[in-house]
Nanobody
Framework: QVQLVESGGGLVQAGGSLRLSCAAS????????MGWYRQAPGKQRELVAS???????NYADSVKGRFTISRVNAANTMYLQMDSLKPEDTAVYYC??????????????WGQGTQVTVSS
């Protein structure tokens, strides 16, 4: 069994900052790509940022220069530092990871989501 648990969401004023964390635990051999997704009401889930095990990053155009993704491989943990937040960043943020379990079976796993609300 593999679990991803997000934390760090909340309510912040426009221009403020939040830091999200995602901790993976369970039957893990190696975590490959990790990413943050978000889903606003009435909209499709979209990729916010992703990071490979080697540290290569990719960002949605809407968050470039404002958000920073990072990870600590030894701790199976990923972070999203969100600065200069805008009301349009309001959404439920989900952690995603491609994980190879100890039986060599790989799969995509999701966290339960954490709400981020940015007030104007």
């Amino acid at each position: 069994q593999v679990q991803l648990v997000e934390s760090g969401g909340g309510l912040v004023q426009a221009g403020g900052s939040l830091r999200l964390s995602c901790a993976a635990s369970g039957n893990i051999f190696v975590i490959n790509v990790m990413g943050w997704y978000r889903q606003a009401p009435g909209k499709q889930r979209e990729l916010v940022a992703s990071i490979t095990r080697a540290g290569s990053t990719n960002y949605a155009d809407s968050v470039k220069g404002r958000f920073t993704i990072s990870r600590v491989n030894a701790a199976n943990t990923m972070y999203l530092q969100m600065d200069s937040l805008k009301p349009e960043d309001t959404a439920v943020y989900y952690c995603n990871a491609n994980i190879m379990r100890r039986n060599a079976v790989s799969g995509d796993y999701w966290g339960q989501g954490t709400q981020v609300t940015v007030s104007s």
